[in-house]
């Protein structure tokens, strides 16, 4: 999408990098390079010291997109200290009224909203993930995760969330999976998140060897280029972002089970999942082994970005 003559556009998020991305993902699509607003989570004296989030003299932003709830009283202020006129869309169903438009995934969205114009249904979460930024990638990732051209298989894991729990029966799934994989003649590459701790990463890297390639979260994070070199994903249940940045490829994406936590926390992700795999059939579940199948690469960030031009450029 050709970015429209636009001056300014702002992304409000916390420092959280699932929230920020999906602000700069749909921001980058209508400008090159939006400002970063930042949430600050301080607390007590400590906040009285920082900066304030932005000053009226800073040149007024046409477009404001925030993602997260501690966002939400942030980019209603700055709407109304530009008298009105920036543009606001939150990406998540918001705690607070104001938003011109508001983008809530399938597995948030509740009936009543569909009675609401400016609420729009999204799959999964937007983020800054293309086939045009993975593909000049691909060939040097190739040579290094595959120099005998064996197919590369993707595993990323994440972290306790309070709907799953990484414990040893997880650990021993996620081991089993890849073990089976590389039985299998593919080639892994796999790594941790951010959220995961030091027992996952210690749990995966026991595996390492000639054809299993683990990321030691001291180097350089590999992420683009574990993508770009994969021929297919499994992903660890607990992320929302990295099976949508993984379906923008049109590579076979599967979930792999962990340790469940039952509640309301474990059945958004369920209900998440079950959309994925069930009703869009865009997912499937792991089951032992990786067999190809077609879908329509998910490009969701670009198609909010088209519903937020077109609000711009409206009378």
């Known amino acids: 999408m050709k970015p429209p003559d636009m001056n300014c ?36 004296l400590k906040k009285f010291f920082e900066p304030p989030l932005f000053r009226k003299k800073e040149e007024r932003p046409e477009l404001v997109i925030s993602c997260g709830f501690r966002a939400e009283p942030a980019a209603l202020e700055i709407k109304a200290a530009y008298g009105g006129k920036p543009l606001t869309v939150h990406l998540q169903r918001p705690r607070v009224e104001g938003y011109d438009l508001v983008f809530v995934s399938r597995h948030d969205w509740i009936d009543e909203l569909s009675n609401r114009p400016n609420y729009h249904q999204m799959i999964g979460v937007p983020h800054q993930i293309t086939g045009c930024r993975l593909a000049p990638l691909r060939e040097a990732a190739r040579r290094r995760y595959s120099p005998d ?14 709907a799953y729990i990484y414990d040893e029966n997880t650990h021993e799934n996620i081991r089993r999976a890849i073990k089976q994989l590389a039985n299998d003649g593919w080639r892994i590459v796999a790594s941790v998140s ?21 990321w030691d979260r001291r ?20 992320s929302i972002t990295m099976p949508c940045e993984a379906l923008a490829t049109g590579k076979p994406v599967y979930s792999l089970n962990l340790t469940p936590v039952p509640g309301p926390r474990l059945d958004k992700f369920e209900r998440y999942h079950r959309d ?40």
């Not at 420092?15 to 607390?43: E, M």
């Not at 070199?229 to 499994?234: E, G, L, S, T």
């Open 9 to 44: 556009v702002w992304a409000v998020a916390e420092s959280k990098a699932g929230t920020l991305t999906q602000c700069l993902g749909v921001g980058k699509q209508l400008h090159p390079t939006p400002v970063v607003k930042l949430i600050s989570r301080s607390r007590g």
């Open 219 to 238: 180097s350089e994070n590999p992420y683009l280029d574990y993508m770009a070199a994969a021929d297919a994903f499994v992903i660890a249940k607990d």
């Open 276 to 315: 994925l795999s069930e009703t869009l059939q865009l997912t499937r579940p792991f089951e032992g082994k990786i067999e190809p199948y077609d879908y329509k690469p998910l490009n969701e960030t670009h198609r909010i970005a088209s519903i937020i031009r077109s609000k711009l450029n409206s009378p």
């Open 194 to 214: 951010r959220r995961s701790e030091d027992h996952t990463q210690r749990a995966l890297f026991e595996l390492t060897n000639e054809s299993i390639a683990i």
């Open 149 to 162: 051209e064996r197919p590369v298989a993707a595993v990323f894991v994440g972290g306790s969330n309070g």
